[in-house]
T-cell receptor, first 115, second 115 residues
């Protein structure tokens, strides 16, 4: 069963628009971690953020922000004022204590930002 | 500091041939992972090493896949014989501590095409 669902397969926006990438996860563990990775066309996965299950504070890093809501099992990612360089595939991943903290990735959302 | 190094970057072989991929993790990283990423999908864990010990190989198709990390540093993943369905990107990642919710650093991957 898919533990991480990224319902948006592809999103296309025009530069400077805000865009939110959705991530819904499923776990029975009380201790778990959520990640977002970026995969640009070059193929290398780049770590963006890690959030543990005990910390529901939202986080902002420059134009990036993350909204973690345990009540809806969601960990959404928003890019403000998108830029062409944000074009990439973005993966949400779940890491559970009961599975040795292996990363369980969603299928990814392909974001295209056009000028 | 050098990142995770993988070679080759690309490999094209005919089915039933053997193939091997090499990974050198970031210096000092104890934990090493091999993932397979099929087209349009997120990476899926094949095997995880802590130093030289394979601590999670439950997803490794052991009839044709093998891996080793003899000295607890670099690692080799082998497929023998390759099948058409093995075409994918094989990613290596490493993290600093023993398995835990630590940031995993990914290499650029090896894109395998089986004809």
């Amino acid at each position: 069963a898919q533990k991480v669902t990224q319902a948006q397969t592809e999103i296309s926006v025009v530069e400077k628009e805000d865009v939110t990438l959705d991530c819904v996860y499923e776990t029975r563990d009380t201790t778990y971690y959520l990640f977002w990775y970026k995969q640009p066309p070059s193929g290398e996965l780049v770590f963006l953020i890690r959030r543990n299950s005990f910390d529901e504070q939202n986080e902002i890093s420059g134009r990036y922000s993350w909204n973690f809501q345990k009540s809806t099992s969601s960990f959404n990612f928003t890019i403000t004022a998108s830029q062409v360089v944000d074009s990439a595939v973005y993966f949400c991943a779940l890491s559970e204590a009961n599975s040795g903290y292996a990363l369980n990735f969603g299928k990814g959302t392909s974001l295209l930002v056009t000028p | 500091e050098a990142g995770v190094v993988q070679s080759p970057r690309y490999k094209i072989i005919e089915k039933k041939q053997p193939v091997a991929f090499w990974c050198n993790p970031i210096s000092g990283h104890n934990t090493l992972y091999w993932y397979r990423q099929n087209l349009g999908q997120g990476p899926e864990l094949l095997i995880r090493y802590e130093n030289e010990e394979a601590v999670d190989d439950s997803q490794l198709p052991k009839d044709r896949f093998s891996a080793e990390r003899l000295k607890g540093v670099d690692s080799t993943l082998k497929i023998q014989p390759a099948e058409l369905g093995d075409s994918a990107v094989y990613l290596c990642a490493s993290s600093l501590d023993r398995a835990g919710p630590n940031e995993q650093f990914f290499g650029p991957g090896t894109r395998l095409t089986v004809l």
